[in-house]
């Protein structure tokens, strides 16, 4: 039947609209409801079951629901599931809207209690507990073109991180890739916006709203003090916070003062460069086989934050990076300051995040606990690095944050019992001897359940009946209990008990005693909740006061646990601390890959080190050798070198001089891409090209097998040049890899480019490889060898060697691939050349005075150059 919707339907229709696109969470009792397509996709992502509720426009209405007290849990999912949630909430009771109703005048048996969505759920805006993970941090990012280029405004509300920059568009992707954000907001105006963003109202967007914004949040009369903000930053930060302010509706979470982020202060990695070097991710995604997985030592979620920053955002300032060096040397040369802070560290709760959720508005007796030991651990990590002479400079600085929360630590300390539960309505968390009055509530209850036990026994002999019970329940409240076969005993009038249910096996009744008890209780434990809840107030009022410096001496112990992982590693793994320069040089000797190095180990099996002098003279390797020898593997592992280098990291390497490098970029052939979308050949292509188009001297390339995803002409073509413009254009660092033996005729032109091969023996027919680098070209490929270790059927070998001793012959004939290539002039002289040619349609555009054509002249002009052009193609 199709009729006007009730007024429920009508509430939560124009909820949903407020929602949007977010599933509306809809409160009815102890469930959290959803209703139409929201119920759908809910049920689908969270494995529920999908029923319906009454009908609308005729059709059943799907629905499905989540009990309230569960509902944590279902969120975390729905979040992970890339959905965002609105909570509307009842926020009247039943008898307050009744109430209302007879007010207003309206049916009271009609009455709809009052709901409204207070707060928007989505991944960016995460603080509890159950929701974030603990090792990775959890960005809301917003981006606003503006001019030439782009505003970035970055924040992890979890902690209250937020950072400001300004890149160029095309710097965008990169800059996009090394914040990973688990939410990205741009206006909704803007055509090339990046994909997957949630598109907020331009108006969102205006930087002077920006400024104004952060000025009120930081209470400040200009921003001057706390760095210097561009147009695009600001009305990134405006964007940002007015998204936060939508989905807090209203309220705004913990932010802490903006940092700009200099453009030119870090190592710059675009997002094919990350997943190829698999720092953060795997290929396959997920931690396991990635970068961090294998170096992360930290004893904190937040230290682990702290270094996938490092990894993803390796530094540029030579200075900066000493002092992270520094302060790893520090922890390396003293095993027992390094095991004593971790053990600290390691039982260090999470502050920052604890902090955030307090300041939201959304904290636990719980979270004070936390911010009590977090900032009396802190403490004994500074009187630990406090006592050593010869502090570093970062670790100076970082000891100074630790400290200065002693009387915060001491009241929260006589104020809450050792471990505080996370709800704080049944109270039970403010310790006793704090508080006078609640201590003589409590025991005042503390009475009264005495006399209750009392109670229990006078009735007892006073009934004979040694089974009788005194028994509490939500429904009854106190309430004495006696089996069936006694309760005639009770019922008689003058008894002293009235009755109250009557149950299968048993009946309950009340008495004029209890009922005195019952109430004392009652109003103690209120008045007792109450006073509870007023400290909780006061205390995270005090919390909030000095959230500055406690999210400095978070960020403090993550920088400190940074540090001493990052040493605990170094000895682990034998790595040197790396010697930085300026000078764009890479020279580094028994370097290893600490990913293959350590699944290697797993086997047992050793990984072979190897050396890699580039310098200016010499700074482009050209390395051959066969399949499965180790190339990939030596490219990767000085890419990683490099970078963790930058990073403030020691390195797996016996010794390492590193030259700052402004860009790394790392590049796999085709078939070794697992990219979707475009075919394997055109996504290796159109990486090619942003490196051809963005390196500078000052960058380290890594080319592998670029040109192997086409034919092997084209491919072996594309190589050619790739390699002569690397050399002689953008001559910076590069090690490229390749199976095309013909390339190494360029060593007899690119006079900074050298020969170098991965080894590999045969042996008694089996090949051997030795994954050792040496110099000079390599003899062949041993492709079919490798086959063969491979496990193709003798069969198919064999007849692919016939194959190739035909091939070879007929090399041996024409000269083969290569021939005709000993001629070749090189590419800046055909480069220049192109440059001079004359180009006669340009020039004929060019003598073009549009001002003074009519519109006949200016059509017969275009055919005249129509026909320029095609005599210039022919
Ligand atoms: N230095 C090394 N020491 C020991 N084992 C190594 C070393 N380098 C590589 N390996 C082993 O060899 C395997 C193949 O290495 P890698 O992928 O780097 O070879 P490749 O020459 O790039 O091969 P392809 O040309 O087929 O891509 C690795 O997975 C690893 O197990």
């Given at each position: 039947?199709?009729?006007?919707?009730?007024?429920?339907?009508?509430?939560?229709?124009?909820?949903?609209?407020?929602?949007?696109?977010?599933?509306?969470?809809?409160?009815?009792?102890?469930?959290?409801?959803?209703?139409?397509?929201?119920?759908?996709?809910?049920?689908?992502?969270?494995?529920?079951?999908?029923?319906?509720?009454?009908?609308?426009?005729?059709?059943?209405?799907?629905?499905?629901?989540?009990?309230?007290?569960?509902?944590?849990?279902?969120?975390?999912?729905?979040?992970?599931?890339?959905?965002?949630?609105?909570?509307?909430?009842?926020?009247?009771?039943?008898?307050?809207?009744?109430?209302?109703?007879?007010?207003?005048?309206?049916?009271?048996?009609?009455?709809?209690?009052?709901?409204?969505?207070?707060?928007?759920?989505?991944?960016?805006?995460?603080?509890?507990?159950?929701?974030?993970?603990?090792?990775?941090?959890?960005?809301?990012?917003?981006?606003?073109?503006?001019?030439?280029?782009?505003?970035?405004?970055?924040?992890?509300?979890?902690?209250?991180?937020?950072e400001l920059e300004e890149c160029p568009i095309a710097a965008l992707d990169a800059a996009l890739a090394?914040?990973?954000?688990?939410?990205?907001?741009?206006?909704?105006?803007?055509?090339?916006?990046?994909?997957?963003?949630?598109?907020?109202?331009?108006?969102?967007?205006?930087?002077?709203?920006?400024?104004?914004?952060?000025?009120?949040?930081?209470?400040?009369?200009?921003?001057?003090?706390?760095?210097?903000?561009?147009?695009?930053?600001?009305?990134?930060?405006?964007?940002?916070?007015?998204?936060?302010?939508?989905?807090?509706?209203?309220?705004?979470?913990?932010?802490?003062?903006?940092?700009?982020?200099?453009?030119?202060?870090?190592?710059?990695?675009?997002?094919?460069?990350?997943?190829?070097?698999?720092?953060?991710?795997?290929?396959?995604?997920?931690?396991?086989?990635?970068?961090?997985?294998?170096?992360?030592?930290?004893?904190?979620?937040?230290?682990?934050?702290?270094?996938?920053?490092?990894?993803?955002?390796?530094?540029?300032?030579?200075?900066?990076?000493?002092?992270?060096?520094?302060?790893?040397?520090?922890?390396?040369?003293?095993?027992?300051?390094?095991?004593?802070?971790?053990?600290?560290?390691?039982?260090?709760?999470?502050?920052?995040?604890?902090?955030?959720?307090?300041?939201?508005?959304?904290?636990?007796?719980?979270?004070?606990?936390?911010?009590?030991?977090?900032?009396?651990e802190a403490r004994r990590v500074r009187d630990m690095l406090g006592a050593r002479p010869d502090l570093?400079?970062?670790?100076?600085?970082?000891?100074?944050?630790?400290?200065?929360?002693?009387?915060?630590?001491?009241?929260?300390?006589?104020?809450?019992?050792?471990?505080?539960?996370?709800?704080?309505?049944?109270?039970?968390?403010?310790?006793?001897?704090?508080?006078?009055?609640?201590?003589?509530?409590?025991?005042?209850?503390?009475?009264?359940?005495?006399?209750?036990?009392?109670?229990?026994?006078?009735?007892?002999?006073?009934?004979?009946?040694?089974?009788?019970?005194?028994?509490?329940?939500?429904?009854?409240?106190?309430?004495?209990?006696?089996?069936?076969?006694?309760?005639?005993?009770?019922?008689?009038?003058?008894?002293?008990?009235?009755?109250?249910?009557?149950?299968?096996?048993?009946?309950?009744?009340?008495?004029?005693?209890?009922?005195?008890?019952?109430?004392?209780?009652?109003?103690?434990?209120?008045?007792?909740?109450?006073?509870?809840?007023?400290?909780?107030?006061?205390?995270?009022?005090?919390?909030?006061?000095?959230?500055?410096?406690?999210?400095?001496?978070?960020?403090?112990?993550?920088?400190?646990?940074?540090?001493?992982?990052?040493?605990?590693?170094?000895?682990?793994?034998?790595?040197?601390?790396?010697?930085?320069?300026?000078?764009?040089?890479?020279?580094?000797?028994?370097?290893?890959?600490?990913?293959?190095?350590?699944?290697?180990?797993?086997?047992?099996?050793?990984?072979?080190?190897?050396?890699?002098?580039?310098?200016?003279?010499?700074?482009?390797?050209?390395?051959?050798?066969?399949?499965?020898?180790?190339?990939?593997?030596?490219?990767?592992?000085?890419?990683?070198?490099?970078?963790?280098?930058?990073?403030?990291?020691?390195?797996?390497?016996?010794?390492?001089?590193?030259?700052?490098?402004?860009?790394?970029?790392?590049?796999?052939?085709?078939?070794?891409?697992?990219?979707?979308?475009?075919?394997?050949?055109?996504?290796?292509?159109?990486?090619?090209?942003?490196?051809?188009?963005?390196?500078?001297?000052?960058?380290?390339?890594?080319?592998?097998?670029?040109?192997?995803?086409?034919?092997?002409?084209?491919?072996?073509?594309?190589?050619?040049?790739?390699?002569?413009?690397?050399?002689?254009?953008?001559?910076?660092?590069?090690?490229?890899?390749?199976?095309?033996?013909?390339?190494?005729?360029?060593?007899?032109?690119?006079?900074?480019?050298?020969?170098?091969?991965?080894?590999?023996?045969?042996?008694?027919?089996?090949?051997?490889?030795?994954?050792?680098?040496?110099?000079?070209?390599?003899?062949?490929?041993?492709?079919?060898?490798?086959?063969?270790?491979?496990?193709?059927?003798?069969?198919?070998?064999?007849?692919?060697?016939?194959?190739?001793?035909?091939?070879?012959?007929?090399?041996?004939?024409?000269?083969?691939?290569?021939?005709?290539?000993?001629?070749?002039?090189?590419?800046?002289?055909?480069?220049?050349?192109?440059?001079?040619?004359?180009?006669?349609?340009?020039?004929?555009?060019?003598?073009?005075?549009?001002?003074?054509?009519?519109?006949?002249?200016?059509?017969?002009?275009?055919?005249?150059?129509?026909?320029?052009?095609r005599e210039t193609d022919a």
């Amino acid at each position: 039947m199709s009729g006007k919707p009730t007024p429920m339907m009508q509430q939560y229709l124009a909820l949903k609209r407020e929602a949007g696109d977010a599933l509306l969470f809809y409160r009815m009792g102890d469930f959290f409801e959803l209703f139409f397509e929201d119920a759908r996709v809910a049920a689908g992502v969270l494995d529920i079951a999908l029923t319906t509720r009454g009908e609308h426009d005729g059709e059943p209405v799907p629905m499905c629901g989540v009990p309230v007290h569960a509902a944590e849990g279902y969120l975390a999912r729905l979040i992970k599931g890339g959905c965002r949630v609105a909570i509307a909430e009842q926020t009247e009771t039943p008898d307050e809207a009744k109430e209302r109703a007879r007010r207003e005048g309206t049916p009271v048996s009609k009455s709809l209690v009052a709901r409204d969505i207070v707060r928007f759920v989505t991944a960016g805006t995460l603080t509890e507990e159950a929701l974030l993970e603990p090792r990775r941090a959890n960005l809301l990012v917003a981006v606003v073109p503006l001019r030439d280029s782009v505003g970035l405004a970055a924040c992890d509300i979890s902690t209250g991180r937020m950072e400001l920059e300004e890149c160029p568009i095309a710097a965008l992707d990169a800059a996009l890739a090394r914040l990973g954000a688990s939410e990205l907001l741009a206006p909704d105006d803007w055509p090339d916006a990046p994909a997957d963003i949630i598109a907020r109202p331009r108006s969102d967007f205006r930087s002077e709203d920006g400024e104004a914004r952060l000025k009120t949040i930081h209470q400040i009369a200009t921003l001057d003090g706390l760095g210097d903000f561009s147009r695009p930053m600001l009305a990134a930060a405006a964007g940002l916070i007015a998204y936060l302010e939508h989905a807090g509706r209203g309220t705004l979470p913990f932010l802490l003062p903006p940092v700009a982020r200099g453009s030119g202060a870090h190592l710059a990695m675009d997002a094919a460069t990350r997943a190829s070097l698999e720092i953060l991710e795997a290929q396959g995604g997920g931690r396991a086989g990635s970068l961090i997985a294998c170096i992360d030592r930290c004893a904190t979620g937040a230290g682990a934050r702290q270094l996938a920053e490092d990894l993803s955002a390796p530094l540029a300032d030579r200075g900066a990076i000493e002092a992270r060096l520094a302060s790893v040397q520090h922890f390396h040369g003293d095993p027992l300051l390094r095991a004593d802070v971790r053990g600290v560290l390691r039982q260090a709760p999470d502050i920052g995040r604890a902090l955030g959720r307090l300041v939201a508005g959304r904290g636990s007796p719980r979270d004070l606990s936390q911010i009590r030991d977090g900032l009396a651990e802190a403490r004994r990590v500074r009187d630990m690095l406090g006592a050593r002479p010869d502090l570093p400079a970062l670790l100076a600085d970082m000891c100074e944050a630790l400290g200065g929360h002693a009387a915060l630590v001491d009241h929260l300390a006589r104020a809450l019992v050792p471990s505080p539960p996370t709800e704080r309505s049944q109270g039970g968390f403010i310790a006793a001897d704090y508080d006078h009055a609640l201590d003589s509530l409590r025991e005042t209850s503390g009475n009264a359940r005495k006399a209750i036990a009392a109670l229990e026994a006078r009735y007892r002999d006073g009934t004979g009946t040694p089974s009788l019970k005194i028994k509490h329940n939500k429904v009854l409240g106190y309430f004495i209990e006696v089996p069936a076969k006694h309760g005639d005993k009770l019922m008689a009038a003058d008894s002293g008990f009235t009755h109250r249910q009557t149950m299968a096996g048993a009946v309950r009744f009340n008495s004029i005693g209890l009922h005195e008890e019952a109430t004392r209780i009652a109003e103690a434990g209120a008045h007792a909740v109450a006073a509870e809840e007023a400290h909780f107030e006061t205390l995270v009022g005090e919390v909030i006061e000095a959230r500055e410096a406690i999210a400095a001496t978070a960020a403090a112990l993550a920088r400190i646990d940074v540090a001493a992982a990052l040493a605990e590693r170094a000895v682990e793994g034998d790595w040197a601390r790396p010697e930085m320069r300026d000078e764009p040089c890479l020279e580094i000797v028994g370097g290893r890959h600490p990913v293959v190095e350590a699944a290697l180990a797993r086997s047992g099996e050793r990984f072979v080190a190897n050396d890699c002098t580039l310098a200016q003279a010499n700074r482009l390797w050209l390395i051959g050798g066969p399949n499965m020898g180790g190339k990939s593997t030596f490219l990767r592992q000085n890419a990683l070198i490099l970078m963790l280098a930058q990073a403030g990291s020691y390195v797996p390497a016996n010794s390492a001089r590193v030259g700052l490098a402004d860009r790394l970029f790392s590049r796999v052939g085709a078939s070794d891409n697992l990219a979707r979308g475009r075919s394997t050949f055109m996504v290796e292509m159109v990486e090619t090209a942003a490196i051809l188009s963005q390196a500078t001297e000052r960058s380290f390339v890594i080319l592998d097998e670029v040109g192997r995803g086409t034919s092997t002409y084209d491919g072996m073509a594309l190589a050619w040049a790739v390699v002569e413009a690397v050399h002689e254009q953008l001559q910076c660092r590069c090690l490229f890899a390749t199976h095309y033996h013909e390339l190494s005729r360029l060593a007899e032109t690119c006079d900074a480019l050298s020969l170098h091969h991965v080894r590999a023996r045969e042996w008694k027919g089996d090949l051997v490889l030795l994954h050792e680098l040496a110099t000079g070209a390599a003899d062949r490929s041993y492709g079919l060898s490798v086959a063969k270790l491979a496990g193709v059927p003798a069969p198919v070998i064999k007849r692919a060697k016939a194959v190739l001793d035909k091939l070879e012959k007929g090399r041996e004939q024409t000269g083969g691939l290569g021939a005709g290539l000993g001629d070749l002039p090189l590419f800046a002289v055909t480069a220049q050349a192109e440059e001079a040619r004359p180009d006669p349609l340009r020039e004929a555009i060019e003598r073009i005075d549009v001002d003074a054509l009519s519109p006949r002249e200016a059509l017969d002009t275009l055919y005249a150059l129509q026909t320029t052009a095609r005599e210039t193609d022919a």
